[in-house]
């Protein structure tokens, strides 16, 4: 069992929808909230000269940002506890350390450096491909819930803790779950000579998401499970289906379009373009439910 949720802040108004999403999945799942902040000395040091006042600045910053960043979790849910930490080093360190024992790591996606451009800026990889559980990525709160998690399904095992992370957030919000699969035409499907029935391999392609999501239904039977198939780019696909979503679920890498894009030359589109919140999941993340699924 994990021990906390973690959420990086980095003093910006940007984080602010990182801690108020952070601090709402804390009230629905009962653990505590830690709030963490990168003091990063090095831009701002002479190493042969050490300015003991600047390090008092940066100190003193870093306990603002952290004292305003629990009262607005505070403000935002009240009853859940908040711990509140310096951690000295880069962002991208930080971030990997803070999640290795948390249930879920939380960031933003703009401010002044931080956890922002840890995120989607040129190390991502280094985050949502490195941590070992959930990162979720806050560009801003969706307004009135819409009562939907929208999942890219994969057909690989690898896939299987983005479903399980869907399925427990699903059943935490008592929301719909909208699995999306996207597809696309063969490269030769106009060629001369070669016919594909593109009727038949949707038929095919719906049969492999149903194959998927039976284990699951069987689990979680209290939930409303939508297949929604495309032929669509997958990055197309998620985007569009994030319009009507609270949380959008993605896997990290895998056999299969969906999950292969995602941490591949277009994971910044889904990130940056994403109508929601993303929730990205490494194959490998210990997400509660995925140990026991029905294979």
């Given at each position: 069992?994990?021990?906390?949720?973690?959420?990086?802040?980095?003093?910006?108004?940007?984080?602010?929808?990182?801690?108020?999403?952070?601090?709402?999945?804390?009230?629905?799942?009962?653990?505590?909230l830690?709030?963490?902040f990168?003091?990063?000395?090095?831009?701002?040091?002479?190493p042969?000269?050490?300015n003991?006042?600047?390090?008092?600045?940066?100190?003193?910053?870093a306990?603002?940002?952290?004292?305003?960043?629990?009262?607005?979790?505070?403000?935002?849910?009240?009853?859940?506890t908040?711990?509140?930490?310096?951690?000295?080093?880069?962002?991208?360190?930080?971030?990997?350390?803070?999640?290795?024992?948390?249930?879920?790591?939380?960031?933003?996606?703009?401010?002044?450096?931080?956890f922002?451009?840890?995120?989607?800026?040129?190390?991502?990889?280094?985050?949502?491909?490195?941590?070992?559980?959930?990162?979720?990525?806050?560009?801003?709160l969706?307004?009135?819930?819409?009562?939907?998690?929208?999942v890219?399904v994969?057909?690989?095992?690898a896939?299987?803790?983005?479903?399980?992370?869907?399925?427990?957030?699903a059943?935490s919000?008592?929301?719909?779950?909208?699995?999306?699969?996207?597809?696309?035409?063969?490269?030769?499907?106009?060629?001369?000579?070669?016919?594909?029935?593109?009727?038949?391999?949707?038929?095919?392609?719906?049969?492999?998401?149903?194959?998927?999501l039976?284990?699951?239904?069987?689990?979680?039977?209290?939930?409303?499970?939508?297949?929604?198939?495309?032929l669509?780019?997958?990055?197309?696909?998620?985007?569009?289906?994030?319009?009507?979503?609270?949380?959008?679920?993605?896997g990290?890498?895998?056999?299969?379009?969906?999950a292969?894009?995602?941490?591949?030359?277009?994971?910044?589109?889904?990130?940056?373009?994403?109508?929601?919140p993303v929730?990205?999941?490494?194959?490998?993340?210990?997400?509660?439910?995925?140990?026991?699924?029905?294979?």
């Amino acid at each position: 069992m994990k021990e906390a949720i973690v959420v990086g802040v980095d003093g910006s108004p940007a984080t602010v929808a990182a801690i108020e999403w952070a601090a709402d999945d804390a009230a629905r799942t009962g653990l505590p909230l830690r709030v963490v902040f990168a003091v990063e000395r090095s831009p701002h040091e002479i190493p042969k000269f050490p300015n003991p006042h600047l390090e008092d600045a940066l100190s003193r910053g870093a306990v603002r940002v952290l004292q305003e960043a629990e009262r607005a979790a505070k403000a935002r849910q009240p009853g859940i506890t908040v711990v509140t930490e310096q951690i000295e080093g880069r962002p991208a360190d930080v971030l990997r350390r803070a999640a290795a024992q948390a249930a879920e790591l939380v960031v933003g996606t703009r401010g002044m450096g931080g956890f922002a451009g840890a995120v989607v800026g040129s190390v991502s990889s280094h985050v949502a491909g490195h941590v070992p559980g959930p990162v979720v990525v806050v560009r801003h709160l969706p307004g009135l819930p819409t009562g939907e998690i929208v999942v890219g399904v994969d057909d690989s095992p690898a896939a299987q803790p983005a479903l399980a992370y869907a399925f427990e957030q699903a059943r935490s919000r008592y929301s719909t779950l909208r699995a999306v699969r996207a597809w696309m035409e063969p490269v030769h499907a106009y060629a001369p000579g070669i016919i594909y029935d593109l009727e038949e391999i949707g038929t095919a392609q719906h049969a492999v998401v149903a194959g998927i999501l039976d284990p699951w239904r069987e689990r979680y039977p209290e939930i409303k499970v939508i297949e929604d198939v495309r032929l669509s780019h997958p990055v197309a696909a998620l985007v569009d289906a994030s319009a009507g979503a609270d949380l959008l679920v993605v896997g990290s890498h895998g056999r299969s379009a969906v999950a292969s894009a995602l941490m591949g030359s277009v994971s910044r589109a889904v990130l940056h373009h994403a109508e929601c919140p993303v929730a990205v999941v490494r194959p490998d993340a210990p997400v509660e439910g995925a140990e026991n699924h029905v294979r």
